[in-house]
Structure formats: structure tokens, C-alpha cells
């Protein structure tokens, strides 16, 4: 095979992978590995003439410009994290299929694929639970925007759709290239039959869930607020805040109506680093406040930066600061649960993104620390929590509010939801990556959470894109992006525990052990020769 020939396959690989993330259909995912694994195939036979580093080059391509075409948006916001992510990210990967390259040159059979799915599952898992996560291209994503597709993610999580799409793509390919080699189709009914149950049944079962799928009649009103105050140009003074606040309540007056269980705000409505101890203390919080007081029965959730001063005894975390008199404090990315009668409840952002909000193992690299820039207006490293938590509503019921990147990590939700979670808010800034697929992808992936947990979503982006998402992962109503509005609807909540949120990531779990056992099995192999 010419060397033209291999880029070529590298390049078309990389671009398929690439389109499901960019509004193409999901289903594509089913091919777009097929370049690949022709490539791989070809260096397995010609393994006495290539060593397996040189296909390890031809993987990095595909990922590179997978990563590229995909995530070349981060820049907007930080151009350090953008190298960061597209650059590393497309090295972990080939050095994943680089690893089940190798397997493939040693082990005997199918134990190659095995391998490779099993690496490819267990690498995925690793990128939701490092200190430089980064699930944005998990395969399952991919069919974000066909949820009527994959309402069996309700069993699997994202993870069940990477599964699916690495098994057809290698069972696709096994029987093409007999066909290339001279077989029939026809000669391969057991591999035909295979592939076709692998791509209908969960098809044709998640069509039958999609159409028979029916919500509990537990309904609560919602009023989602969209300022639309562009990130780039916001001040961060006084004057700033008075003027969020003054365009924050005017939405809300202009669209309340009677009976209004919840306000929902977006991302660091107010960036002024409030201490937590002494909110009511703000004038432009003390405004918030008076939207509740006015209005008994209605609950209010909005984002903000605020801090935390630890008192003597108190343990102090690593990310803590120090004022220039000793004292120790903390900054965080919080959203914050306001209602009448009661105090505020107060949760912090826990997964942090790298190279923006945290500077991952900080242990080690805490001098580059000042270079790490929080999308808020402040530096360096944030605080966290250390496990999720609900808001509890007056009437009991109790709120998940992930706060953006959040929203990307099903596993994570799952832990709001068996902690008693009946509705999902998400807040977030979309405006920091302007209009790109950035925001695209970031409102796609809430349909997937729907999904995974049933819960119904409200989501209220700063610039867009707000919507209402019931629990077959359907947007309800939706805003316009890089525009202020409101929406007005219904939610139903829900108490029902899915087999993923009981069971969370078994498959990446089962994952593991059989890599494991892989890898084991070829360091035997390598001792005996």
C-alpha cells in the first residue's frame, strides 16, 4: 500500500469521525472506523516490514484531525487549552489504538478486537475520572442528536453507544474485506445476520420505548432567564453587576406569571466573588432575594462566583488562597438556591475544566498556575465540593444543578439522581465560544443526561441556547442563540432510578478487568519469548 493511500485512509477516518459533531447524522460512526481498521490490517500483515510505531503515526493523524474539526472552538476562550486538548487528547487516543495495534500483532484470533474495544471502553472511562478529563468525543455522544436512536441509554450511558459503534465497525469490516478478497456476501449469512441484529435491534427497541415512553403527571412551572450579556465585553465593577441585575430582573418581571415554581438563571449571572457568609449583604443579591420574598411559592436558582474564608481549625484544601493578612479562602464557580423564609443553599462546581478553571495535578505544576484563567473574571485554580448535592425545594422536592462542563459527565448526574435529584437545572455560559459547534454540542449532550436518568431538564444558557427537555430527551421549547429571552413551561419530576443510575459505568468497569487480563496475558507472551 503507497504511502499516499495510507494518509488518504488516515484523513477520510478522521473526517467521518468528525461529522457527527458537526450536525451530521450519528449513525456515520458506523463507518467511520472502517479506514482504520484497514489500515491496521494491513500493518498486522506487513508486521515483519513496518514496525508498529509507523501505524501509530497514521492513528495520531485521524485523531488529530478528528480533535481538529471538532474542538478547535476551545481557542476562543484559551488558546493554552485548545493545544491542550486537541493536541494531547489526539495523543491519548492513538496511543490507545497504538496498544490494541499491538495486541492485534501478538494475540491469536478475535483477541485483538477484543483488545481494542475493551482499551478504547477502558480509555473513555479513565478520560471522565482523571485531572485532565475530557469526555467531549466519548463515541456515545455521537448520536446526541438521535435520541430516538438510543433511548436504551437508559441501561448503558454514553458507553453503551461507543460498545455499538466500535462492534459494528469491526464486524463491518470483517465482512467487507472477505468481500474484497474475493469472498460473497452471501458466503458470511452468520456475520450478515450478526451485524443486522447489532444495528436493528437496539434500534427498533429504542423506536418502541421513544413511542410507548410515558412521564409521571408530576408537573412543575418554570421560568428560564436568558441575559445574553456577552462575556468578552462584561465588567466585572460594580457598575457591571448593578446592570446584570437590572437586565436579570426586568426578564423576570417582564415574563412571570402566576404560579411559577422555579426561576432559573444561567451561569455567573453576578461576577463580583461574593462571600458566602454574608450574601444578603449585596445590594445586587438583596435584589435577587426581593423576587422571591414578592412571590411566595416561587423558588429562585442562579449562578455566581463567589468565596469561602476558612476560620481557624477549619481543614484547609490544597486550591486555597491566602490574603495578604494570612487568611485562607477559596473561590468558586457556585450556583446558588434562593427562597422565602428559608437560607441559602449553596453548591459548588466540582468538575473543573483544565487549563481554564484548574490547573490539573497541581501537586506538581502549581507554578504555571497564574497562567490558568477562570471564564469569570478572576485566576487561577478553583475551589471544589467534594460530592454533589441537591437543593431542596420547600414542598421536598430536590433540584440537581450541574454547572456546565458538568453537564458533559453522565456518570457524575447519576450521583445527583440516587441522591434523591426529581429535576435537573443546568446553568451555563455558552457565549465563551462564541457561534461555533461549541454551544451545539454542549446543549446536544443535556438530551443525553435526559435520557440516561429520565429526569426532565431545564437548561439556561447566558447566550444561548435555553430550552426545556423532557425525559425522552426531546427539546420542548427552546431560545434563539445570542439573544435575551425567557421561556415559560412545564417539568415533570421524577422519582424513577434507571439501571444506569443504579449501576453507573459497568460496561467501562467490565472494561477494565478484560483489559486487564489482556494486558497480562501478552506481558506472559513477551516473557516467554
Not at 412521564?215 to 462575556?231: A, G, H
Not at 455566581?304 to 487568611?327: K, L, N, W
Request: with cysteine; proline share 4%; net charge positive.
Amino acid at each position: 500500500m503507497k504511502r499516499s493511500t495510507r494518509l488518504i485512509l488516515s484523513g477520510s477516518s478522521g473526517i467521518l469521525l468528525s461529522l457527527a459533531w458537526l450536525d451530521f447524522p450519528g449513525w456515520i460512526l458506523f463507518a467511520a472506523f472502517l479506514p482504520l481498521l484497514v489500515l491496521d490490517d494491513f500493518f498486522v500483515k506487513e508486521k515483519k516490514q513496518f514496525r508498529s510505531v509507523a501505524f501509530w503515526g497514521h492513528t495520531y493523524l485521524v485523531f488529530l484531525i478528528w480533535n481538529g474539526l471538532t474542538t478547535w472552538w476551545v481557542w476562543h476562550a484559551t488558546p493554552f487549552g485548545a493545544v491542550l486538548v486537541i493536541f494531547l487528547n489526539s495523543f491519548l487516543m492513538s496511543l490507545t489504538w497504538w496498544l490494541a495495534h499491538i495486541a492485534r500483532r501478538n494475540l491469536p484470533g478475535n483477541l485483538g478486537y477484543l483488545a481494542l474495544v475493551t482499551f478504547w471502553l477502558s480509555f473513555e472511562f479513565f478520560h471522565f475520572h482523571w485531572e485532565i478529563e475530557w469526555p467531549w468525543l466519548t463515541l456515545g455522544n455521537g448520536f446526541a442528536n438521535n435520541i430516538k436512536l438510543i433511548q436504551w441509554y437508559e441501561y448503558t450511558g454514553t458507553l453503551g453507544g461507543s460498545l455499538w459503534i466500535l462492534v459494528v465497525n469491526i464486524l463491518l469490516f470483517k465482512i467487507l474485506h472477505k468481500f474484497v478478497q474475493g469472498g460473497a456476501l452471501k458466503s458470511e449469512p452468520a456475520g450478515m445476520i450478526l451485524l443486522a441484529i447489532l444495528v436493528f435491534f437496539p434500534i427498533g427497541y429504542s423506536l418502541f420505548s421513544y413511542s410507548t415512553q410515558k412521564e409521571q403527571t408530576n408537573p412543575r412551572k418554570i421560568l428560564i432567564i436568558q441575559p445574553n450579556i456577552d462575556p468578552y465585553n462584561e465588567s466585572h465593577n460594580e457598575t457591571g453587576a448593578y446592570q446584570a441585575m437590572d437586565k436579570f430582573i426586568s426578564l423576570v418581571n417582564d415574563n412571570f406569571t402566576d404560579s411559577i415554581h422555579y426561576i432559573v438563571g444561567p451561569e455567573t449571572v453576578f461576577e463580583q466573588n461574593w462571600d458566602e457568609e454574608k450574601l444578603n449583604e449585596y445590594p445586587q443579591f438583596f435584589k435577587i432575594k426581593e423576587i422571591v420574598e414578592f412571590n411566595k411559592g416561587t423558588n429562585l436558582v442562579i449562578g455566581a462566583s463567589t468565596y469561602r474564608i476558612y476560620h481557624p481549625g477549619e481543614t484547609v484544601p490544597g486550591t486555597a488562597r491566602v490574603m495578604r493578612d494570612g487568611t485562607r479562602f477559596d473561590r468558586y464557580n457556585s450556583s446558588v438556591f434562593v427562597t422565602s423564609g428559608s437560607p441559602e443553599q449553596v453548591y459548588h462546581k466540582s468538575i473543573l475544566v483544565s487549563g481554564v478553571e484548574k490547573m490539573p495535578y497541581r501537586k506538581y505544576l502549581k507554578i504555571f498556575e497564574k497562567f490558568i484563567i477562570n471564564l469569570g473574571g478572576t485566576y487561577g485554580s478553583l475551589g471544589i465540593q467534594k460530592s454533589p448535592t441537591n437543593f431542596r425545594a420547600p414542598d421536598g422536592t430536590l433540584i440537581a444543578v450541574p454547572i456546565c462542563y458538568e453537564s458533559v459527565f453522565g456518570g457524575y448526574l447519576t450521583e445527583f439522581v440516587r441522591n434523591g435529584a426529581n429535576l435537573i437545572f443546568i446553568i451555563t455560559n455558552d457565549g465563551w465560544w462564541k457561534n461555533t459547534p461549541g454551544y451545539r454540542q454542549h446543549l446536544s449532550f443535556a438530551r443525553l443526561r435526559a435520557i440516561e436518568t429520565r429526569r426532565s431538564i431545564a437548561r439556561s444558557a447566558n447566550t444561548g441556547i435555553s430550552c426545556f427537555i423532557n425525559q425522552r430527551g426531546e427539546i420542548l421549547q427552546k431560545t434563539s442563540w445570542w439573544q435575551d429571552g425567557a421561556l415559560t413551561g412545564n417539568l415533570n419530576a421524577s422519582d424513577k432510578i434507571t439501571f444506569y443510575v443504579r449501576y453507573g459505568d459497568y460496561i467501562a468497569r467490565i472494561s477494565l478487568y478484560i483489559s486487564g487480563l489482556i494486558l497480562l496475558y501478552m506481558l506472559g507472551l513477551r516473557f516467554r519469548k
